[in-house]
Nanobody, 112 residues
Framework: QVHLVESGGGLVQPGGSLRLSCAAS????????MNWHRQAPGKEREFVAS????????FYQDSVKGRFTISRDNAKNTVYLQMNDLKPEDTAVYYC?????WGQGTQVTVSS
């Protein structure tokens, strides 16, 4: 059975950094594309970043390009989202996703 568990969210000041983790079980993260999404209060859930199977490519929403980096550690079966230079508009619940499977989300709040 597939499970995805996010962690690493929290409160950070503008310009700060966080690294989100998505620990997977039930399959190998190296063999599938993995995605990060986010949902801000009162807004639709939106795509943030993805990493293709076998690390053949990464893709980002325009607003996070150059600030966020998606990666994975196959030994830990975990996908990461390194977020730098955070802005208040990055405040949201962040979710990892693979096909129909979603994690429970982790809250990121960017505020001074």
């Amino acid at each position: 059975q597939v499970h995805l568990v996010e962690s690493g969210g929290g409160l950070v000041q503008p310009g700060g950094s966080l690294r989100l983790s998505c620990a997977a079980s039930g399959y190998r993260v190296s063999e599938f594309s993995m995605n990060w999404h986010r949902q801000a209060p009162g807004k639709e859930r939106e795509f943030v970043a993805s990493i293709s199977a076998h690390d053949t490519g990464t893709f980002y929403q325009d607003s996070v390009k150059g600030r966020f980096t998606i990666s994975r550690d196959n030994a830990k079966n975990t996908v990461y989202l390194q977020m730098n230079d955070l802005k208040p508009e990055d405040t949201a619940v962040y979710y990892c996703q693979r096909l129909t499977f979603w994690g429970q989300g982790t809250q990121v709040t960017v505020s001074s």
